[in-house]
């Protein structure tokens, strides 16, 4: 197991080793980012990328995740249920974020924001959270449930509504993202 893949396993309750991957293949947001990373890790048309990408193809109809294999995501990656999640191929996100369903992360096709997010480390992204447009969200900022967000966000920030207001504050994520790997 790689350290992309052991630090997603790590986010669910502490699970490490065989035992806790066996474990976690039982919960569909690690079962789903483990084959999308064998799929991104694998020589297209290879045995290995046909067998996860039809995997992958599968549980995106069975838990409604639409997330690229081309998507750059970083280690710790962690969807707390399953639900619409719609992730743009284009989008960069950092390490260790959490992500909740009927969310969506997507381009914009016009305009000054025309283009993809950027996401920091430690992004808490709440249910029904909107992100489009060629923006940078920093590190540590939470993303408030049903927000509308297309414009730059700072670092240690907390993001509310629609349309969005960003408030500054120290550790806005704590107790929100939980089992990092070190």
């Known amino acids: 197991m790689n350290r992309t893949i052991?630090?997603?396993?790590?986010r669910h309750n502490k699970l490490s080793g065989w035992k806790g991957f066996l474990k976690g293949l039982r919960i569909p947001g690690f079962r789903y980012m483990y084959f999308l990373r064998i799929c991104a890790n694998s020589k297209r048309f290879s045995p290995k990328w046909i067998i996860s990408n039809l995997i992958m193809r599968?549980?995106?109809y069975k838990y409604g995740f639409q997330i690229p294999s081309s998507t750059d995501i970083g280690e710790g990656f962690y969807i707390g249920h399953h639900g619409t999640i719609v992730i743009n191929a284009k989008t960069k996100i950092g390490k260790n974020c959490n992500i909740t369903h009927n969310t969506t992360i997507g381009q914009a096709n016009r305009g000054k924001l025309k283009g993809y997010p950027t996401i920091g480390d430690n992004v808490w992204i709440g249910t029904g959270s909107v992100i489009v447009?060629?923006?940078k969200i920093g590190s540590n900022?939470?993303?408030a449930p049903n927000s509308f967000v297309n414009v730059d966000v700072p670092a240690n920030s907390l993001v509310l509504g629609n349309p969005c207001k960003i408030i500054s504050k120290e550790e806005p994520c704590k107790g929100y993202i939980n089992h990092i790997l070190d």
Do not use: E, Q, T
């Open 133 to 135: 447009g060629n923006i």
């Open 6 to 10: 052991k630090a997603d396993l790590y």
């Open 58 to 60: 599968r549980y995106s």
């Open 141 to 143: 900022v939470l993303i």
